[in-house]
């Protein structure tokens, strides 16, 4: 009995030593969880909790310590400590998920493990997609359930003309934003279709079908919503797309989502000569012995305790966030020349509530003109004397599309100064009537960078060779009028780069 408390001692020890080292890092998951889009992520671990105490139960595996899970532990702790370095979120969430697998093969044996696949694989639901894909992945989804419901609306019947994300319908036009993509119903409803496809006691094919049906679930029936909402406004006006109105309309489509996936499961379980079943008695507290035999104390357990007391206190004791760090100084925004050869610029301010999202060190922001009748060039620059986990420069192609504007193209050109060629990321940008020209760059220690990752890769490069993890993005935008050729706006804004570049790189640390 004595051996029996030690053994469980030290594993839930060993269990609350993770959690402690990622706990930092796990607090972003938080953040996640209060959006629409992941709302569902608070009960993920208490259900993939629920299924593994279940498999157990029915199973009762034979524990077998292994030193398999050694490196699994150590790769964990090693995604949260580049996270760390990297700004990079998402890594840690993986690296938590990884850590927890070796600490079961490594006290219970792979075979144990192995067992609990589909409550490790249930974590996963609850961990937010990286940003970059999350934005690619709806505007995708906004495109194809724009094109779905201007089919639904002209088989109603309605005339109505799309353009992009744009549904005109005569009188009233409606834009498919971010929050319209549908994510908000396919993320839950996916992790819902798992769970049921988990509990369903059939053919491996039935289950898969259940699992994947949720993608074409999702569109057709947000597709739907937009159809729906397409009729609304056109016969009560836009007061019909908004407020709660719009609320219920969401709320009755994802419970049809899931009814419609309820029939799924009914009309699979009832094809073939042996029909299926929903596991009922998953549902509920399980009870009985988890394992079969008493578990032992031995040498993979007492290893990987120790090693991952050393771990833990590494990642909490020598807090990666407040370690030493070189923040190079730099002259202040504040004085950046308003006159730059020809130009000349206003500067303006941003938005307390904008300041507080981006926490930034210092930052410029002014419009340029030639001429009083030229259309002007908006200058905008974030620096960060420390780029951090939550806290880092951020690619205008994540931003923009939560604030509606569609990226309608996106290439990395050369723009020629007089010594040397820069890469810029040159976007054209739309949103309703107004289109926009927009050139940005990453200016990270002495590099110039296009590429989000490329950025956060040399930020853990740096941050680990040279102990600095400032930079700052550069971004460039003028409008592009309906009377003048998108070449003008390109001239505009490479005439104030090569004006200003020089000023830039003599704010910016190198």
Known sequence: MKTQTIFWSIFTISLILVLAGFFPSLKGLLEAWNTKEYS????????????GWHILTEKKPKTKPSWLGLPLVIVGFLLLIISQLSAFATPSYYGFVIALIGITISFFGLGFAINLTP??????????????????????????????GVFMLQTFGISVFQDGNIIDLGTQKLQVVEACSGLRYLFPLMSFSFLIAFLLDDKMWKRVVIFLSAIPITIVMNSLRIAIVGILVNWGGSEMAEGLIHDLEGWMIFAICVAILMIEVWI?????????????????????????????????????????????????IYDINDRKEITPSHPQFAFFPLNLGDWHGRQSQ??????????????????????????PVNLYIAYYNSQRVGTSA?????????????????????????????PVTRMVIDKDDQSLLMYYWFD????????????????????????????????????????????KADKRIKSLIKAAYPKIRQYIPQ
């Open 394 to 422: 951020h690619s205008p192609s994540n931003c923009l599309p939560g604030g509606g504007w569609k990226i309608t193209k996106r290439e990395v050109i050369p723009v020629d100064l007089e010594n040397q060629s820069i």
């Open 268 to 316: 699979l379980t009832n094809i073939g000569s042996n029909k299926g079943r929903l596991r009922h008695e998953y549902i509920g507290l399980a009870s009985g012995s988890i394992i079969t035999g008493k578990p032992k104390l031995k040498a993979p357990s007492i290893i990987i305790f120790v090693i991952t007391i050393m771990l833990s206190l590494f990642t909490i």
């Open 119 to 148: 409550a490790f694989i249930y974590l996963i639901f609850a961990i937010p997609l990286p940003k970059l894909i999350y934005m690619e992945l709806s505007a995708e989804l906004q495109l194809i359930s724009s094109s779905l």
């Open 40 to 51: 569902h992520g608070y009960i993920i671990p208490f259900l993939s909790v629920l299924i």
């Open 444 to 487: 990270q220690r002495g590099r110039i960078i296009n590429d989000q990752y490329g950025a956060k890769w040399y930020l853990l490069v740096d941050s680990i060779t040279k102990q600095r993890t400032d930079g700052a993005l550069v971004r460039l935008t003028t409008p592009i009028l309906d009377y003048e050729n998108v070449d």
């Open 350 to 375: 941003l938005e307390p509530n904008i300041l507080k999202t981006l926490k930034l060190s210092d930052y410029f922001i002014a419009d340029y003109k030639k001429s009083q009748d030229q259309e």
